[in-house]
């Protein structure tokens, strides 16, 4: 049956299924066939902490969610057009983020009586009319997977059911018109070694989409077109790669070898992995004991002149505390990244969270101030890990890199730059003495600051008549000797500040197209896809909202207070309980908005319009006393 | 700069300074004064610590090292003042984390001859999870662990090398800790080098400190030193002229294990359950004498001998227990980088990144 593509500008679909299903998979190939064909994208990965999860059970449901557009994409979608569920436990979990209307394809293989009974459905879903509000799809994925491979006589059932995800794959590249070509090339570059598993699979991938062609139980087919997107050569991109990319990128620019010490921590070990498969860029992966461990052999190196870096999660910031005051006391370019999850403590080590902030900004015993930079999108991870390495080494100074997870797992197109045309990491290693003593001879002083940076000259092991000690106890300013000295503390303490609060920043830039707005609605992170997403839907109800993104938390951009006493309402939404509007109140003595949540995943567009509407209506004169109360 | 070539493999082991800098052959002979800095000494009068520092400034001339290519990291703890006074390069960092920075640092620079001095706190207490990975790691630094069985700088509580009993401000009752024995612990970690000496015999320090700083892989020496104010001759049984001939048991490579001197002379042996027991020498002959092999790779015998002190200083083992030839961290970090980039074909630039960047599934807008 041949079916005329149905247009569509723009698409969510959400796998869900066991977390051996394979769900994580299928989502990546499909956004790789997706990102091929040119339409602007977003992805949520939304897996539990258990490695494996009891089979058929609510923990174990991981989910892999795509929105993808022929325009730009700023989120992974509030809520899916299509759901794929694999399982009773998949389709429990999901079904209420699925708008009533959408399309819910079930693999009815795995509606069991027990499989049922394990999620607490005592009658199935699929036959009491309970979904009839929903497009229900009933696919029996795993049977016909499994009979499209009877002729595989060496593989086991169990294989052969493996596979299905496969044939899911196939079925929704025939409903969406994706081509899969992508996906062969990557099935046998995956299984070149096991020729047998890949002709099953690449079986299955058919068996799907010849599916999708036969039966009639899918009238519709349906296109997106392409995006509007600046031209330029893209790839897909997760923020964790685009972090290490960009390191790696930092120490090409800046010709210092990449130490990176870590110790592996959810969701920040994806960093290590790929740093440590890219030893062919001079990059050094040392696994340490602990976090502790890792951030000190990150400085060691850093002492010794190359690239220190650290990566870690929130409790590893925590265990990292004391080495990064250090850091702050020996003024020595470093750079931690925190991919932030849900805390306190253990918390929840897969989801995502930004309440971090303080930790970075404040987490250290003594007056210890450090930059802070956060990346505002998956790709943007890649320039912000540039504009810390600047940082670190112009100001000789440790720089958090905020990141969190959501960033670090999702994906976006990304336009990829030219190595020769990103900015030049110019550093300079002090060679000669920079002082006299008494007596007229020429001495080294390594506390004597640059004039305009405030920056101590950074004299690396190895380099003849600079011989010098430093530490964490209090220093002499200039000559670095041990001083107990009141008056020296006090200038000391200060000077780190100040050196801090004078590093260059670039100003805040506000998206304001009516130039009045009557609400600003500013952000830090990862919030910027959200905020961006509710912000255009708000201007398009004809609300005069301006928006802002910080990605430079430590110091602020200099024209932050002006920014924000221009706007009669200012709301900030933060996946914490109020760091950012702590900081600003703190700062700039402004009322502040706060908008927060701390559910683990990322804000919907609607939560975020909501807000933005209750902030607009809140300024209105005319707002009646009947309906004015409520909020 | 002049830097030693590449040592050609003879099946010998490579030394710990292979690949550091020497000083060119017609350069001045350097002496103490050259690793002397010019920052006042401030331990206590009679402090252990004055003998190390001068046997190490003494010494250091000898290994024809430059000075800047030199680096001393310590922790935190009275013996963590080290580094200052030393004309070398130096980090006085936190406290038990020196292991850890030194081996970043040695690891990212083959040229340095990286130390770090550390205390029986320091090491043990808080840094012991460091200290046990630097050693299994076997990264080329050399740790000098300065034992005075007391916790100094925080004035005198009992620390993990403490003897069970000890009266300190926080053990009014006595210590109820099972101290450890660090050339024991160093042995589990299945250290490359491990060895003991003591503050103040200066030529058996020297000479510690010289093959400790020739090994290539984590070096780790004991310095037994006293602590006149918390812990005053805590090692006064093997100090004192009188007591120390029938205690010492001076570990000399290749020879019988033994201790006293001529009739008193007892010789270690080898009983038939595999544990060793000294007998007087009369009593030897016939006997499986055990002889000292430290290039034993199996640590099994060198840990009997550390076992010999049951923590009464009947007999105090001296001298290098253990140094073995084995792959070091770091040499093997730099090997997978090397083999990486030569794997390659050509360096890393601008193209190679490019590459890298692109991956291999792109599209493009025009």
């Not at chain 2, 004064?33 to 009679?46: A, H, I, L, M, N």
């Amino acid at each position: 049956m041949t079916t005329t593509p149905a247009q569509l500008d723009k698409v969510v679909i959400r796998f869900a299924g066991d977390s051996g299903d394979g769900m994580q998979l299928t989502g990546d190939r499909f956004t790789s066939d997706t990102a091929a064909l040119g339409n602007d994208l977003s992805t949520l990965p939304n897996f539990p902490a258990e490695i494996r999860a009891p089979q058929g059970t609510l923990p174990g449901v991981s989910s892999f969610q795509l929105h993808f557009a022929d325009h730009d994409v700023l989120t992974p979608g509030d809520s899916p057009d299509v759901l794929v569920a694999m399982n009773p436990a998949a389709l429990k979990a999901n079904l209420a983020d699925v708008p009533r209307g959408a399309t819910i394809i079930v693999n009815t293989d795995e509606f069991s009586k027990r499989n049922l009974s394990k999620v607490g459905y005592t009658v199935s879903p699929l036959e009491d009319g309970s979904l009839e509000s929903w497009q229900v799809k009933p696919v029996a994925l795993t049977s016909i997977t499994v009979e499209a491979l009877a002729e595989f006589d060496g593989l086991t059932r169990k294989e052969k059911e493996r596979a299905k995800n496969m044939f899911a794959l196939g079925l929704l590249s025939w409903m969406f018109s994706r081509t899969t070509a992508g996906t062969e090339a990557f099935l046998k570059s995956k299984f070149a070694d096991q020729p047998e598993i890949l002709a099953a699979n690449l079986a299955a991938l058919y068996a799907g989409l010849h599916y999708g062609e036969t039966t009639e139980e899918f009238a519709v087919r349906y296109e997106v077109a392409p995006a509007a997107m600046p031209p330029g050569t893209y790839r897909n991109i997760t923020g964790n790669t685009a972090l290490a990319y960009g390191f790696i990128a930092a120490s090409h620019r800046s010709g210092l070898p990449l130490v990176l010490g870590s110790y592996p921590i959810t969701p920040a070990s994806d960093i290590l992995h790929v740093l440590s498969s890219q030893k062919r860029h001079n990059v050094m992966t040392l696994q340490a004991e602990d976090e502790i461990a890792g951030i000190g052999m990150a400085l060691g190196a850093a002492f010794g002149g190359a690239l220190g870096l650290t990566t870690t999660s929130g409790p590893g910031v925590a265990l990292k505390s004391e080495t990064i005051g250090l850091a702050v006391s020996l003024e020595l370019p470093l750079v931690i990244v925190d991919v932030q999850r849900g805390g306190p403590s253990t918390g929840l080590p897969t989801k995502t969270e930004q309440s971090d902030l303080l930790q970075a900004m404040f987490g250290r015993n003594g007056e210890s101030p450090v930059p802070i930079v956060a990346p505002q999108s998956p790709a943007d991870c890649f320039d912000i890990a540039l504009e810390a390495v600047r940082m670190a080494t112009v100001y000789r100074t440790p720089v958090f890199v905020l990141s969190d997870g959501y960033l670090a797992n999702g994906s976006e197109p990304w336009r990829i730059p030219a190595v020769s045309e990103l900015p030049d990491i110019p550093v300079d290693f002090t060679t000669e003495p920079n002082a006299q003593d008494d007596d007229g001879n020429a001495v080294f002083h390594p506390y004597l600051r640059d004039s305009e940076t405030l920056a101590r000259p950074w004299a690396v092991p190895g380099t003849p008549g600079l011989e010098h000690r430093i530490g964490g106890i209090e220093k002499a300013n200039l000559t670095g000797n041990i001083s107990y000295d009141p008056d020296n503390h006090d200038l000391m303490v200060r000077l780190r500040a100040e050196k801090v609060a004078g590093i260059e920043v670039p100003d805040l830039e506000v998206d304001d197209p009516s130039g009045s707005a009557d609400v600003l609605v500013l952000g830090w992170g990862s919030t910027y896809g959200p905020i961006a997403a509710a912000t255009r839907e708000t201007r398009s109800l004809g609300m005069r909202v301006a928006r802002a993104h910080l990605r430079h938390l430590n110091p602020f951009p200099a024209n932050l207070g002006e920014v924000l006493r221009a706007y009669p309402r200012v709301v900030v939404p933060e996946m914490n309980t109020g760091q950012l509007a702590l900081l600003l109140r703190a700062a700039y003595l402004v009322d502040i908005q706060s908008v927060t949540q701390v559910r683990g995943l990322p804000f919907t567009t609607a939560e975020l319009v909501q807000a933005l509407t209750t902030a607009v209506d809140a300024g209105r004169p005319s707002v009646s006393a009947t309906n004015g109360a409520t909020r | 700069m002049t830097s030693t070539p590449q040592s050609i493999d003879l099946g010998m082991p490579r030394s710990g300074l292979a690949d550091v800098p020497g000083l060119a052959a017609d350069a001045t002979k350097q002496t103490k004064k050259d690793f002397t800095s010019d920052q006042e000494v401030r331990w206590c009068p009679g402090c252990g610590d004055y003998a190390v520092l001068a046997a190490v400034q003494g010494f250091l001339p000898d290994l024809g090292l430059r000075r800047e290519n030199i680096v001393f990291v310590s922790g935190i703890g009275c013996s963590s003042r080290f580094p200052y006074y030393l004309d070398t390069y130096g980090m006085h960092s936190i406290h038990g984390r020196a292991p850890s920075i030194a081996t970043g640092l040695a690891t990212s620079r083959p040229d340095l001859s990286v130390w770090v001095v550390t205390g029986d706190g320091d090491a043990l207490s808080i840094g012991g999870n460091h200290l046990i990975h630097a050693l299994r790691r076997n990264v080329n630094i050399t740790i000098l662990l300065f034992n005075n069985k007391i916790y100094g700088l925080t004035k005198g509580q009992y620390s993990p090398t403490s003897d069970p009993g000890t009266i300190t401000k926080s053990s009014p009752a006595g210590s109820i800790d099972t101290p450890f024995n660090p050339v024991s612990l160093a042995l589990g970690a299945e250290a490359s080098f491990v060895a003991r000496t003591m503050d103040s015999d200066r030529a058996h320090l020297t000479e510690v400190l010289r093959q400790a700083a020739e090994h290539r892989g984590a070096a780790f020496v004991e310095i037994y030193q006293n602590c006149p104010i918390f812990n005053d001759g805590a090692f006064q049984l093997i100090k004192d002229r009188d007591s120390q001939a029938a205690r010492l048991v001076r570990l000399v490579d290749g020879e019988p294990v033994t201790a006293g001197l001529e009739d008193s002379r007892q010789v270690l042996v080898r009983e038939p359950n595999g544990s060793v027991v000294f007998v007087p020498e009369a009593e030897a002959s016939g006997r499986p004498v055990v002889v000292h092999d430290a290039a034993d790779p199996n640590p099994t015998a060198a840990f009997a001998l550390s076992r010999l002190d049951d923590g009464t200083m009947t007999h105090v083992p001296m001298g290098v227990f253990r140094n073995i030839d084995r792959p070091t961290y770091d040499d093997l970090v730099r090997d997978q980088v090397r083999s990486a980039v030569d794997g390659a074909g050509r360096p890393a630039d601008d193209a190679s990144l490019d590459a890298l960047l692109r991956g291999s599934d792109t599209w493009t807008v025009t």
